[in-house]
């Protein structure tokens, strides 16, 4: 394998945001890990060579996920994103929107968000 990818985890969730981002660490992936959307929106803005793939969460104190994941998408159109959620009717209309890649809906497995992942950095 070559250089490992760098993805960027944001979720208001504490529990959630520490197994995700503990589980991709085991993987030997290069994570950071922002606690809502103002934090995320930081670090994609200094972080210079961007990330490999960013997983948020769509309802989120300060920025929404759906006007993050706009924001990447502008920015960043090539960055994949998985938006989570466990929200609303239709969360997946919602991310869909905003231009998400996948959308899980909470709760759902590591198992399952690992398997998104490796299929978007194919």
């Known amino acids: 394998m070559g250089k490992p990818y760098k ?27 922002a606690s809502d959307g103002l934090e995320g929106l930081k670090f994609l803005e200094s972080e210079k060579k961007g990330f490999d793939l960013v997983i948020t969460d769509i309802v989120m104190p300060n920025i929404s996920g759906i006007g993050l994941i706009a924001m990447i998408k502008k920015k960043h159109s090539n960055t994949p994103v998985i938006a989570i959620t466990g929200w609303g009717e ?3 209309a919602l991310a869909s929107e905003a231009k998400a890649d996948r959308v899980l809906e909470k709760p759902f497995e590591l198992v399952q968000l690992a ?7 194919g």
Do not use: G, M, Q, S
């Not at 398997?115 to 950095?121: A, I, P, Q, T, Y």
């Open 115 to 121: 398997k998104l992942v490796d299929e978007l950095l």
């Open 7 to 33: 993805l960027l985890i944001i979720d208001d969730n504490k529990e959630i945001l520490t197994a995700i981002c503990a589980f991709f660490t085991n993987k030997k992936y290069v994570v950071v890990c």
């Open 90 to 92: 239709h969360p997946e």
